[in-house]
């Protein structure tokens, strides 16, 4: 799953410190406030690129964005984490089970707790119906968190595995943009799904590895205190 748990749980850290910058940078406000926040270059820049999306909206970015918005909801999410974890059964491949469920449970437990907390007024028009507030995306948080831990659930670490980390990296992107381009969420609200997502991911199979791993050594260890 990792060739090297320890440094995905560092990068894991990185990413949620650079999470807590922007939950602090946005901060907590009235929902008719939006897009106003804590540190203010922030929600210039929110209404900034919400002005922007209006300049290059057009039909066919239009019908690719509403695509990418149907498959980050819960109607393909939840069947497709439902299949993996029962492929991941069939092959009793347990610790990637263990991270894939945990990484699921933990990412929707942060979105359960962050969204009422910041209660975020969403942006006006949306091109698409929207449920709740607006920060952090749920999307987002999807986007990034199934695509990271599916590349390591289901493929073995090494050079091969590049291509599709760099492919669920894209996708996480593509995703978030979608919203923003839809007049989902802020950008700010998309920037702070990405960097849960992966951490939650990337720091989730880590600490499932180093459980694993000490565990092992704890089993090692038995006979050699028995003799």
């Not at 999807?142 to 492919?167: D, K, Q």
């Not at 791993?213 to 205190?225: Q, S, Y």
């Amino acid at each position: 799953m990792l060739s090297n748990h320890r440094r995905a749980l560092v990068w894991s850290v990185v990413l949620a410190g650079a999470l807590v910058f922007v939950l602090a940078a946005v901060g907590r406000h009235p929902p008719s406030e939006a897009p106003a926040t804590t540190v203010p270059f922030v929600g210039n820049f929110d209404e900034t690129v919400y002005h922007l999306m209006d300049d290059i909206r057009d039909v066919i970015l239009t019908g690719i964005a509403k695509v990418l918005s149907f498959v980050g909801s819960g109607v393909v999410t939840i069947p497709l984490r439902i299949l993996v974890a029962g492929w991941l059964v069939f092959r009793r491949h347990w610790r990637a089970l263990a991270a894939w469920l945990l990484t699921w449970g933990f990412a929707e437990l942060a979105l359960a707790m962050a969204k009422p907390f910041f209660h975020r007024g969403r942006p006006p028009l949306p091109l698409v119906g929207t449920i709740g507030y607006s920060f952090p995306s749920g999307h987002a948080v999807a986007g990034a968190s199934i695509g990271v831990a599916l590349v390591l659930v289901l493929l073995p670490p090494g050079p091969r595995r590049r291509g599709w980390e760099l492919g669920a990296a894209g996708f996480a992107f593509a995703m978030a943009l979608s919203r923003v381009y839809l007049n989902a969420h802020w950008f700010s609200d998309v920037v702070a799904g990405v960097l849960l997502g992966t951490s939650v991911a990337l720091g989730t199979a880590a600490i499932v590895t180093e459980a694993r791993d000490l565990w092992l050594r704890r089993v090692r260890t038995k006979p050699a205190e028995r003799t």
